[in-house]
């Protein structure tokens, strides 16, 4: 082992463990870890940027906005309608065909965009059929990541392993390569989900009040103003009373049928009026003393007195979200929106403290008071996912048709060698801007920027592995890990420890960094081992998928994560068998499709 190979292993185990303990925003790290390489004489300048360049770069950003387009139209939403309305009342035939479109919509769309849509339409159902959601939600995100492995397209994990491929001098993965495993791994999947979700899954039943369910109430108080009250013909702005008392007055509420939220802080105030006020308990009975309130006897504040005057909701910060890293203060969301966050519910924890200081993180779900009439523009907004129901009916704009010509052509003549995937992607992605089908902005806010520059600094990253020799030093160490296996059976065991291995990596930090890790020792394995190494890479693109067991592990499971109100150990009981029986049967088939 030289210097290089032993500092870039460090590196790397640093690097890792920054993503597990998120010291730092993914693509941070990322590219922190590639500018590094640079300073340390590993990658030069050109081969520092080439990622940015790379067809991995180019055909994931051009199908995020080929994705939006066909999301936009509202042909999923109307798809998933005409399921349930076929269904009828029969819950489980409903939900075998959801999870099935879901899987084949994930295998052409962007996953996290399939099940941002699918998510209040399986609210909507459950409600319906009177069916706990936590029954539904993880088998859909299940499904959505079954169904990234059945094309090229289906997940940036696969576009990055096949950009690592052609670093290589391979030949590149084929559009449709992965499909017939792929669609075996998906079948088995999709029949173990619905036999055992409703065995192993809990049947939470769905808590409309969102007070109750954030555990908000005790942060809520509810004061009366009375005829001596200090505060009686002025108003809260004027009075500095958010920034004196550290509390926030969410809604005046004046008799039956006038309620305050966007204005609460300059109507003029009244005997009687009553004040719903959100802070730490010193706070507010120190602000109802000095101000001569009179506190209303009841134990909680509930839903409908929330929303006397606004929307109670959950949003889920979304991938790319200008929000992530910031808090709501700096965003000045209440001056942007009219509304108030209540609460943020993370995997592991419900933070209901000083909500405003709190630095978000992508995953994030919002408990959200707001106007009616400013929900429109916090989803146009694009940085949040408002979990509610939606018309499901195609949306006929300028030629609201053409994403669905596009696409398949994209896919075609990726699939038939006319174009690769990155110049037909961007060709599609151009067509629509050129025919106005989406404009700019709504293209630059479809992409997922985190995940652009984690593939763009991680491309260079897995080349250091080939030009330092990093890839064949760690292929050998495997090898010997191996020797003990007869000669025969070798590539069957390394064909296990690469998937294992890959899969471990998956579930403690993101699928793209478990790839590029691994990628590059699979194509060194095969050259050590006198085999091909087809095989090895094509288990790395199925393991770097398999993210079952952890909140963490995937997107499109963080999504569910509070909506379905899991506990982290409901994704490592019904993720675990999956993941055995998705493993098993890439054992068995891919050296069968890819003999060594």
């Avoid at 379905?564 to 675990?576: I, K, M, N, Q, V």
Wanted: glycine share 8%.
């Amino acid at each position: 082992m030289n210097y290089e190979i032993a500092f870039l292993l460090l590196l790397m185990g640093v690097a890792l463990m920054a993503f597990v303990r998120e010291w730092f925003p993914i693509e941070v790290t990322a590219l922190g870890l590639l500018a590094i390489l640079v300073i340390a004489g590993i990658l030069d300048r050109q081969e520092a940027v080439a990622g940015f360049s790379s067809t991995a770069v180019v055909a994931i950003g051009s199908l995020f906005v080929l994705s939006h387009a066909l999301t936009k139209t509202g042909l999923l939403e109307t798809l998933a309608n005409r399921v349930a309305d076929a269904a009828g009342e029969r819950p489980w035939p409903m939900i075998v065909l959801l999870l099935v479109l879901v899987c084949i919509g994930s295998g052409i769309l962007n996953n996290t965009a399939v099940v941002a849509l699918s998510i209040p339409l399986v609210m909507k159902f459950c409600r319906r059929l009177e069916l706990s959601p936590s029954k539904v939600l993880l088998p859909l995100s299940f499904a959505s990541i079954l169904g990234g492995t059945l094309t090229l397209i289906g997940t940036s994990t696969n576009l990055l392993v096949n950009a690592v491929v052609r670093d290589y001098n391979q030949q590149p993965i084929g559009m449709f390569e992965l499909s017939i495993a792929g669609a075996a791994m998906a079948a088995a999947g999709l029949i173990y989900i619905v036999l055992f979700s409703r065995r192993m899954l809990p049947g939470r039943a769905r808590d409309r009040q969102l007070t109750s369910k954030y555990r908000v109430g005790e942060f809520l108080s509810e004061l009366t103003l009375s005829e001596n009250s200090k505060l009686v013909g002025t108003n809260l702005a004027a009075g500095h009373i958010n920034e004196r008392y550290r509390v926030t007055v969410l809604e005046v509420i004046r008799g039956r049928a006038v309620a305050f939220l966007e204005e609460a802080d300059s109507v003029t105030l009244q005997p009687g009026d009553l004040l719903i006020v959100q802070g730490e308990v010193d706070d507010i009975l120190r602000f109802r003393r000095e101000q001569r309130l009179t506190m209303v006897p009841k134990a909680t504040v509930d839903d409908d007195e929330l929303i006397a005057g606004g929307q109670l909701l959950e949003a889920w910060v979304a991938p790319g979200s200008s929000m992530t890293g910031r808090t709501l203060r700096e965003l000045e969301f209440h001056r942007h929106f009219g509304a108030y966050v209540l609460a943020i519910s993370r995997v592991k924890s419900t933070l209901r403290r000083r909500v405003s200081q709190i630095r978000l993180k992508f995953g994030d779900a919002l408990l959200i008071l707001i106007p009616p009439a400013r929900v429109p523009s916090l989803e146009q907004a694009g940085d949040v996912v408002v979990f509610r129901e939606r018309d499901a009916t195609l949306r006929k704009g300028r030629m609201w048709w053409l994403p669905l010509v596009v696409m398949p052509l994209v896919v075609l003549s990726a699939a038939l060698g006319v174009l690769d995937i990155a110049a037909a992607a961007l060709v599609g992605a151009v067509l629509l801007l050129l025919f106005g089908v989406i404009t700019p902005q709504e293209a630059y806010r479809a992409v997922d920027w985190p995940v652009i520059f984690v593939i763009a600094a991680f491309v260079p990253v897995g080349h250091a592995f080939q030009v330092t020799g990093t890839a064949d030093f760690l292929a050998r160490s495997v090898l010997t890990v191996g020797s003990w296996a007869p000669i025969d059976l070798l590539p069957y065991f390394v064909l296990a420890m690469v998937y294992i291995v890959t899969v471990v990596l998956t579930q403690v930090v993101s699928n793209n960094a478990a790839a590029v890790v691994v990628a590059p020792i699979a194509l060194s394995l095969g050259p050590a081992l006198g085999v091909d190494s087809r095989p090895f890479v094509i288990a790395v693109c199925f393991a770097a998928s398999a993210a079952f067991m952890t909140p963490m592990g995937y997107q499109t499971n963080l999504m569910v994560h509070s909506a379905g109100e899991y506990s982290f150990g409901d994704y490592l009981r019904f993720g675990t068998p999956l993941n055995l029986l998705v493993w098993l049967l890439a054992l068995l088939l891919i050296p069968v499709i890819w003999p060594f």
